[in-house]
């Protein structure tokens, strides 16, 4: 009923910045929150962010400050910046979306922070 797909990921080096996005079709207007996840090679899924539908934001704690969430609902469109990346950032960056119906995942995106 929702789908979404990331895009923005690839390569950069520590110190740069990256813009991630996430299109949403399909239900949209069951749509609410929706967020950031990462996973590291070998770790956990984990929440990087996550922004309601009137723009309140949540962040993790030790990426607040170099990561902003964003979202235009009129786009149907989330982003994530990142500023000044760091090599333990490289990581699957996934979408969420939870809606009246359900949570919604995108496939990923593969961020990869290196020299």
């Known amino acids: 009923q929702v789908q979404l797909v990331e895009s923005g990921g690839g390569l950069v080096q520590p110190g740069g910045s990256l813009r991630l996005s996430c299109a949403a079709s399909?239900?949209?207007?069951?749509?609410?929150?929706m967020g950031w996840y990462r996973q590291a090679p070998g770790g956990e899924r984990e929440l990087v962010a996550d922004?309601?539908?009137?723009?309140?934001?949540n962040y993790a704690d030790s990426l607040k400050g170099r990561f902003t969430i964003s979202r235009d609902n009129a786009k149907n469109t989330m982003y994530l910046q990142m500023n000044s990346l760091k090599p333990e950032d490289t990581a699957v960056y996934y979408c969420?979306?939870?809606?009246?119906?359900?949570?919604?995942w995108g496939k990923g995106t593969l961020v990869t922070v290196s020299s």
């Open positions: 922004i309601t539908y009137g723009g309140s934001t």
């Open positions: 399909g239900s949209i207007l069951s749509i609410g929150t």
């Open positions: 969420t979306a939870r809606s009246y119906y359900g949570t919604y």
